[in-house]
């Protein structure tokens, strides 16, 4: 009898683990438009509330959070391989407003986005550092998740 209730326990978990994937794969895929947490909550099949706490609980961030980072992850890609303005760079990631956006991108980097681009490394040396090594050293680090 408690093996059948941990397995049922086990297939409801996989399937709650697909929900979350399937809306972290949703925020990827939409991250441009004006999505929310009832959105969102809406493709994993779950109430808002519910759904916050479980993404929260698999991915150690809130969904708006995960939201917020992936914008800030492509903004800063945007920075460093186009020569798009601020303005035009804060639009292309979803956003509405320039300043909001300069405020995210420096709680996520620790400077503006225009201090950012100024240091990064020519293009010709930036093609010679390993696209994962760079990528991995330009992720933004948020100051919930780090190790003490």
Known sequence: MQLAILTVMAVLETQTERHLLRARDFIDAHYRE?????????AAYQSPAHFTR?????????????????????????????????????????????????????RAFGESPTHYRERLPSPFAQAMIP??????????RSSRNRED
Do not use: W
Request: glycine letters at 4%; one cysteine or more.
């Open 34 to 42: 004006p999505i929310n947490v009832s959105i969102v909550a809406r």
């Open 54 to 106: 479980q993404f929260r609980r698999a991915f150690g961030e809130t969904p708006h959070q995960y939201l917020l980072t992936r914008r800030m992850e492509r903004a800063a890609a945007l920075l460093r391989n186009t020569d798009y303005n601020v303005a035009r760079v804060c639009v292309s990631v979803g956003l509405s407003s320039v300043g909001s956006f300069t405020t995210a991108f420096r």
């Open 131 to 140: 696209t994962c090594i760079y990528e991995a050293v330009s992720r933004p």
